[in-house]
């Protein structure tokens, strides 16, 4: 799910997995990415090890841990650890059962790598809510 803040992007994978009755698993950024070398590649790792059962794998800010590798001007050391975390996204999105839906969202498409947003079978713009659909959710709340 792809498009500007504020526009639903987590409200909708929190409708699906009610919809589906699957449990929702939702990973914020912050809450994985770590400053010491090859840690933030050990935590993604642990979240997908930790999926037994069917669930919506849910993980906001994705671009965070899915940004494009190769040379973008940064830091050596900030380089070679992006590149790990894509890597290690990639081998877990591969092994990734196919009872986990994995969602990601974000406001930032284009930096995504293309491998990373392969992975992906289909992609959703999240776009503003126009002022009819805003007064259709208002009254449905």
């Known amino acids: 799910l792809y498009g500007p803040s504020g526009n639903g992007k987590t409200t909708m994978a929190r ?35 930790n999926l037994k059962e069917p669930c919506i794998l849910f993980w906001d800010e994705v671009d965070s841990i899915g940004r494009r590798r190769g040379g973008l001007g940064q830091d050596k050391g900030v380089e070679v650890e992006n590149e790990r ?7 877990n999105l ?14 930032r498409r284009e930096v995504l790598d293309s491998a990373f947003v392969r992975r992906f079978d289909a992609q ?10 805003k007064q259709v959710f208002a009254r449905q709340l």
Do not use: C, H, W
């Not at 975390?85 to 081998?91: A, T």
């Not at 591969?94 to 406001?107: E, K, M, P, S, Y």
């Open 94 to 107: 591969d092994r990734l059962d196919t009872n986990v839906i994995f969602v990601g969202a974000t406001n």
């Open 15 to 49: 409708y699906l997995a009610r919809r589906m009755g699957l449990p929702l698993i939702e990973v914020k950024a912050d809450s994985i990415i770590d400053s010491r070398m090859g840690s933030t590649g050990r935590n993604i790792n642990l979240i997908f090890e």
């Open 124 to 133: 959703f713009e999240v776009s503003p809510p126009g002022l009819q659909e």
């Open 85 to 91: 975390m894509v890597n290690s996204m990639l081998l």
